[in-house]
């Protein structure tokens, strides 16, 4: 059983809106550009523009929530999925006062997966990690694995979530963060993505000593690096 039973409304809904939407992203940035002159209306365009992008971004995070196309499946170091989406939170986030520790098991197994939506899902759990910190802090990765599965550990040691809430953290629009706008759909795009390979995430808490996230992926059709 699929963890949502909103995905085809959410498609639909994205399909309908994403087109027109692009459209009239595309006029503003024109008009902009023929209003030079006028910078007052320049301003006013840009608003629009950044707005725009925010809701643009919002649907292509959705779409993460869709089954991915299982031709496009390959053989992939783990680690370097791993690396790439520390190294695109750091720059999406500008968190250069965050450490992000890892340590990687020896001879880790390549992993048979869709590569982007895997990285994506590692970035929606670093995400969350770092928002839960403070200005500086670790956040540690840890990369093994055993008989069945690769494991990815993520802790992180700011504001946690009372244990109440463990069973409604994945669930879409959900969030503990309302004070900050958070939209809720970050670890949910994380909990479809790896649901889709097979595999589990759990996130467990201390209020008071952070968040562990750990994410096992099958390690059916991988096999050890060269």
Known sequence: KSPYNTMEILSGVEHDLKNPLSIILFEMQELQRISNSQQDGVEKAQTVINQLEIINDYFDRIRLLQPFPTNEMRDVDFDAIVKNAVSSVKMQMRCSDVKFELAIQENMPQLFCYEYNLQ???????????????????????????????????????????????????????????????????????????????????????????????????????????
């Open 120 to 226: 994506q899902a590692i970035q929606q759990v670093l995400v969350n990690a770092v928002e839960a910190l403070d200005a500086n802090g670790t956040v540690e990765i840890d990369l093994k694995y055993d008989r069945n599965d690769l494991i990815c550990t993520i802790v992180d040691f700011g504001v946690g979530f009372s244990k109440d809430l463990e069973e409604k953290i994945f669930d879409l629009f959900f969030t503990t963060k309302k004070e900050s706008k958070a939209d809720g759909v970050g670890l949910s795009i994380a909990h479809s993505i790896v649901y889709n390979h097979g595999g589990t995430i759990q996130l467990t808490c201390d209020e008071k000593n952070g968040t562990t996230a750990v994410i096992k992926i099958p390690r059916k059709n991988s096999g050890k690096k060269n």
